[in-house]
């Protein structure tokens, strides 16, 4: 059974660096069938993309934040983390990462396992 | 504002059957992109329940089912229970973007 579990604070201030930990089980960070993305969700708005991070370590960021955020992983550990700079209210929301979903050997554009998410608010 | 546009709320009595519409564009939906579906109940992690249009995923019963046409999908949901109140979302790929996008979810009561 894949499981995935976000980690973090629940409150930074303004201008700071947020760091969450995503932690997986079920399945390895080193499996070429693996990505795992971050997707969040401000209060009464949307879910936004953020990015994906795959076995290899490639990392394609949603251009809007691709300024504010990098991905890293610790396969040993199964953990992939998100760090976002420069945080602002507007990041107010919940981070989920989640498992890009395998068709046939091959990484699609949907996600078949979730986090439950994280809620991080942004005040100072 | 969402790139997908989905209804805020639907309602259906148990056993009736509800649709859920999600509105995209020529730059996604409309552009042949895949839509997939998630349900969320509340405060549980979203899970996958369409995906590629029309497949279930394994455990998903076939009381879901869903549809695609021009820019347009649908999600439909037969014989209504109890448990299947909850927030759904649609996403599919934005080739201008070059990214996922989803709808802003619709909240299923069941009356």
């Known amino acids: 059974q894949v499981t995935l579990k976000e980690s973090g604070p629940a409150l930074v201030k303004p201008s700071e660096t947020l760091t969450l930990t995503c932690t997986v089980s079920?399945?390895?960070?080193?499996?070429?069938?693996?990505?795992v993305s971050w997707i969040r969700q401000p209060p009464g708005k949307a879910l936004e993309w953020l990015g994906n991070i795959f076995s290899n370590g490639e990392k394609i960021y949603n251009v809007s934040l691709s300024s504010r955020l990098t991905f890293s992983k610790d396969t040993s550990n199964s953990q992939v983390v998100l760090t976002m700079t420069n945080m602002d209210p507007a990041d107010t929301g919940t981070y989920y990462c989640?498992?890009?979903?395998?068709?046939?050997?091959?990484?699609?554009?949907?996600?078949?396992?979730w986090g439950q998410g994280t809620l991080v608010a942004v005040s100072s | 504002q969402s790139v997908l546009t989905q209804p805020p709320s639907v309602s259906g009595a148990p056993g009736q059957r509800v649709t859920i519409s999600c509105t995209g564009s020529?730059?996604?939906?409309?552009?042949?992109?895949?839509v997939h579906w998630y349900q969320r109940l509340p405060g549980t992690a979203p899970k996958l329940v369409i995906y590629d249009n029309y497949n279930r995923p394994s455990g998903v019963p076939d009381r879901f089912s869903a549809s695609k046409s021009g820019t347009s999908a649908s999600l439909a949901i037969t014989g209504l229970q109890a448990e299947d109140e909850a927030e759904y979302f649609c996403?599919?790929?934005?080739?201008?973007?070059?990214?996922?996008?989803f709808g802003g979810g619709t909240r299923l009561t069941v009356l």
């Open positions: 996403q599919s790929l934005d080739i201008t973007l070059s990214h996922v996008v």
């Open positions: 989640a498992r890009v979903g395998v068709v046939r050997g091959i990484l699609m554009d949907f996600f078949d396992s």
């Open positions: 079920g399945l390895s960070l080193s499996d070429s069938r693996v990505a």
């Open positions: 020529s730059s996604n939906i409309g552009a042949g992109s895949d």
